[in-house]
């Protein structure tokens, strides 16, 4: 199998965002729903659909918008071979939550749409015109093996070009998203796309 | 050939507990949709294909039961062996156990309860399987997702054999939501028909198990597949229909085949406007409109992360008998572009075998059978 290539990651935890391992943005003491909107303040995204995302789209959007800032995916690739394969371990929780509390007073579809994990990929998809593979996956903890296993072979069957794929978990006050760029190319980064590596990142900011 | 073998299913349902049991009804015209007086789910009635009895024993909920009902038969009438390392339990679901967020307090034990990773589990220790299970959760086209990834995974050799369940049951939290979109069908749902006014929600549990071992070569197989988004809108399908035509001819187009070459269709149907206008539509663009189609939600509902997995074990039920049952439900044609949607049994020799399916989040999906 021929060898691919994490070009770009991002991290948003704890009220910081890092992209490429450098620290982008960070604040101190705030929700994690004012967390979403100072850093999409501070980005500079103007993109007013943001405003009626639930958390866990809020999160993997604003991941997404940080990846993918400067990389020109357009100029490189056809949409329909970009793929976007992502994970957590509660699915969509944090919303269903939310939702469960309209279902007592008028049951709310808006809030209803945003009940299943893979909204926040129709998000990042619907923002960027990515038109390729998808698939939201379940587990407990990251799974870098699975990623790394699914991704490749995704790739090694043509079925996309390049991939964003990762983790990205919003549940009541906590939030991790962790997104990487997956290419067949090098280009600036060098980091091959193996578990170890997706493990590494994953982990960097554990014990900070 | 290239693909890999189906070597077992199982479809337990409310209109039977096995593939044989379902295929009957379903050749009978018997639908497991009927009208349904619960309080506890709607303070309305509704229609809905439901099962009829508790599933409140023992230590497992109704959804995890339902999964491992289906997932008995299923291995009872193959020689996979759970326990080999080369073995995996794929599990699809939209929902799992929301329902027990309708019925009980939300605390860190119910969030544990809730997790799909947890009835993944349980079931994976019911049985004994001793890799870690992999569970998809991508709105309705979870259960072809489901199919594809391990059709993916059986072809890179990782495994051998896999074992492919799907199902959800009919919560408070789902139809509420269904009803909120007014979508749910004040009628019993009519799939591709000029009257259709929604979709019908259903509950049920399907199993497919797949191996590469060449000696179930000579076993229907699954070829190709695809998968694409719409990235148009997260709840209503593609205007243009372009994105599940390129799923469609990308999974013709890895299994070498002529649009001629397909026999038959299985689409998702669910009877909503949109939906199935846009899966007329994406036929139609994909040069198939002459194919015969037909959807299967008159019989079962929309039965979400269970649909892929049953509405393709009732296609390789029709592979083997040459049979393509007709879309319960369907009068008259209602959607603007020419579509072969059938409405009597028919018998055609069943070669190649389109399955499709769309969801929210601007998903689709298709995955080609051959025999």
């Not at chain 2, 929604?198 to 695809?226: M, R």
């Not at chain 2, 959607?335 to 055609?348: A, E, R, T």
Request: some cysteine; glycine content about 6%.
């Amino acid at each position: 199998m021929n060898k691919n290539f994490i070009t770009a990651y991002c991290i948003a935890e704890n009220n910081i965002v890092y992209k490429n391992g450098l620290e982008l943005y960070a604040t101190e003491g705030i929700l994690s729903e004012n967390f979403f909107l100072s850093a999409y303040n501070h980005f500079n995204l103007n993109y007013p659909k943001f405003y009626k995302m639930d958390n866990l789209s809020k999160l993997g959007w604003l991941a997404s918008e940080i990846l993918l800032k400067d990389e020109n995916l357009h100029e490189h690739y056809a949409s329909e071979d970009i793929g976007i394969v992502l994970s957590n371990a509660n699915a969509s929780l944090d919303t269903d939550l939310n939702y469960s509390e309209t279902i007592k007073d008028i049951p709310s579809p808006a809030v209803f749409v945003y009940t299943l994990p893979n909204i926040v990929i129709g998000e990042i998809s619907i923002r960027n015109g990515f038109k390729g593979e998808n698939a939201f996956f379940i587990s407990e903890k990251f799974d870098a093996a699975l990623l790394e296993q699914y991704v490749n072979i995704l790739f090694s069957s043509n079925a996309c070009q390049s991939c964003i794929c990762g983790w990205t978990e919003t549940l009541e006050d906590n939030y991790k998203c962790v997104l990487f760029l997956v290419e067949k190319e090098k280009r600036n980064l060098n980091l091959e796309f193996i578990k170890d590596n997706l493990e590494a990142i994953f982990n960097a900011n554990a014990e900070g | 050939m290239q693909g890999i073998s189906i070597i077992s299913d199982n479809i337990f349902s409310p209109l039977g507990k096995t593939t044989a049991e379902n295929f009957a009804h379903l050749k009978n015209g018997s639908s497991g949709i009927e009208l349904i007086t619960n309080s506890d789910l709607s303070s309305e009635s509704f229609y809905s294909s439901m099962f009829q009895h508790d599933f409140n024993n023992g230590n497992y909920t109704k959804f995890e039961q339902i999964l491992i009902a289906s997932m008995q038969d299923a291995l009872n009438n193959c020689d996979i062996n759970v326990k080999d390392k080369k073995t995996i339990f794929i599990l699809s679901s939209t929902k799992g156990n929301i329902d027990l967020l309708d019925k009980k307090v939300y605390n860190e034990e119910l969030k544990e309860r809730i997790a799909l990773h947890t009835s993944a589990k349980l079931i994976a220790e019911h049985f004994g399987f001793i890799n870690k299970p992999l569970i998809i959760s991508n709105a309705c086209i979870s259960g072809v997702l489901a199919i594809l990834t391990a059709k993916r995974l059986l072809e890179s050799g990782q495994y051998e054999n896999a074992i492919i369940a799907g199902a959800d049951i009919v919560s408070k939290f789902v139809l509420s939501g269904f009803q909120s979109f007014q979508a749910i069908s004040s009628q019993p749902c009519k799939p591709f028909d000029a009257n259709r006014s929604g979709l019908t929600l259903g509950e049920t549990a399907g199993t497919l198990i797949l191996s590469s071992d060449k000696k179930y070569s000579s076993n229907i197989k699954v070829v190709s597949g695809s998968v694409s988004n719409d990235a148009n809108h997260l709840s209503a399908p593609s205007r243009t229909s372009e994105e599940l035509s390129m799923a469609i001819q990308k999974t013709l187009r890895n299994a070498n085949i002529f649009e001629r070459e397909i026999d038959f269709i299985s689409a998702h149907g669910t009877a909503t406007l949109y939906n199935d206008e846009m899966e007329a539509k994406a036929i139609s663009l994909s040069k198939l409109e002459s194919t015969p189609v037909n959807s299967l939600k008159g019989f079962y509902g929309h039965t979400l992360g269970a649909a892929g997995i049953i509405e393709s074990a009732v296609t390789i039920q029709s592979m083997r008998e040459n049979i393509i049952i007709p879309t319960k439900g369907f009068e008259k044609i209602g959607v603007s572009k020419p579509v072969n949607i059938c409405d009597n049994l028919q018998k055609k020799s069943l070669n190649n075998c389109l399955k499709i399916a769309s969801g929210f989040g601007g998903c689709n999906a298709a995955i080609l059978f051959s025999n």
